[in-house]
């Protein structure tokens, strides 16, 4: 039967590799490894596995930690806002809120069709045309 855990130095290897702060050469020689042992640690599925979720461990603690402190950032944000003395800073802190809350604000729009049903028509059918609502309008009056 194959065992499928892994030692205390590649369980150090991964660790170390998973945080990504440090070179190759420095994680062997923290591990007390060779940096051709650390490669082969690497070519292996299990060490790549528990690399592999290591750094979504990392990754889910920190985005955490930072949605944790989220509120009260963004209570501290407000509240110099609010403190502010000068109006130019509290306007663009209001806008940025704005921005980050609803969007981007923006001036104009421009719209714009295509239109590609276009039947030409000949000036003596409009003129006839506009002859025959001239008749009516008078008729009508």
């Known amino acids: 039967m194959l065992d499928d855990t892994l030692n205390n130095q590649q369980q150090a290897a991964a660790q170390l590799l998973a945080q990504g702060t440090l070179e190759k050469q420095e994680i062997a020689k923290r591990v007390g490894i060779s940096r051709t042992t650390l490669y082969h640690y690497m070519k292996q ?37 609010e403190q502010s003395n000068n109006d130019m800073v509290r306007a663009k802190g209001y806008e940025f809120f704005i921005e980050r809350s609803l969007g981007k604000l923006t001036n104009s729009h421009t719209i714009s069709t295509e239109v590609t049903n276009i039947k030409q028509v000949d000036e003596d059918i409009l003129e006839a045309e506009q002859e025959q609502w001239a008749k009516e309008l008078e008729e009508g009056e």
């Open 45 to 81: 599925a299990k060490f790549i596995a528990e690399v592999d979720r290591l750094k979504q461990d990392f990754k889910t603690f920190g985005k955490g930690l930072v949605e944790s402190k989220l509120t009260d950032a963004v209570n501290g944000y407000w509240k110099l806002l």
